[in-house]
């Protein structure tokens, strides 16, 4: 509760109808994240916990959160490299909060992706009218349709990824592949279009503990590219970006 300014509580205003924005508070003060959760829902935010790192990134996919707030010391997983996973998937406003002003420019150089800083103690009329400003500026990346849910089937030029029966087809023929060759697949599918660097990919598929060559990626990479009948170095849905990564092609680029 040390963070929150004295007298400043949510009972003084009377709860907004529901905006349709889904908001992720991700702090592992049980008392912080309570406050903030309530003003969220006060001003008509639909508002989920997350008390731990890690739970909170899985939690995102399944909930898709259109803004993060988002602890930066937080249980198993730190507030940078989740803000870092968020990234991989999701075009959600996250706001950072630290303990420390000072880590403030550290943070930023770090370039994990967050759109707002706010430092320990803070009021939370500041937090949201921050939610706010973000909301009505314009997102940097192109508005994308209606999220779909990550089980849904998906079909780029050629290419249909079915994650649920785990089944790849190529222009209406199924392709056998490797469960590590099926992951980086259906990775790389949720958005094309966006770049996964090769510790992104590592990371999502084998944990953040994994430790080794990142380039083990591309050994994977090159023999799902023959099984989808394109050269282990260069393909028409798997495109490489010099120097990061990978990402899958939209369907519309040109060989
Ligand atoms: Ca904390």
């Known amino acids: 509760m040390d963070a929150i300014v004295a007298g400043d509580t949510a009972a003084h205003e009377a709860a907004r109808p529901s905006l349709g924005v889904r908001a992720m508070v991700v702090e592992d003060e049980p008392d912080l994240a309570d406050v903030?959760?309530?003003?969220?829902?006060r001003r008509g935010f639909d508002v989920e916990i997350s008390r731990d790192g890690a739970a909170a990134v899985a939690a995102a996919r399944v909930q898709a959160p259109d803004v993060v707030v988002l602890d930066l010391g937080l249980p198993s997983v730190d507030g940078v490299e989740v803000c870092r996973r968020l990234r991989t998937f999701s075009d959600a406003y996250v706001v950072m909060v630290t303990a420390r002003a000072d880590e403030?420019?550290?943070?930023?150089?770090?370039s994990a992706g967050a759109d707002d800083y706010l430092t320990k103690p803070f009021s939370p009329r500041e937090l949201i009218a921050r939610i706010e400003a973000m909301l009505r500026r314009p997102r940097r990346v192109v508005a994308e349709p209606e999220q779909t849910p990550l089980s849904a089937e998906r079909r780029i030029g050629g290419l249909l990824v079915d994650p649920a029966g785990r089944e790849v087809h190529v222009d209406g023929h199924p392709i056998m592949l490797t469960r590590t060759e099926f992951d980086v697949l259906e990775l790389l599918s949720r958005r094309p279009g966006m770049v996964f660097s090769r510790?992104?990919?590592l990371g999502e598929l084998w944990g953040p503990a994994w430790v080794g060559d990142p380039h083990v990626v591309d050994v994977h990479v090159g023999s799902l590219r023959r099984k989808l009948g394109d050269s282990a170095t260069e393909g028409r849905f798997i495109r490489t970006v010099r120097g990061v990564g990978y990402r899958m092609g939209t369907g519309q680029d040109r060989r």
């Open 199 to 201: 510790n992104q990919l």
């Open 104 to 110: 403030v420019d550290t943070l930023v150089g770090l």
């Open 36 to 41: 903030i959760s309530d003003y969220l829902q």
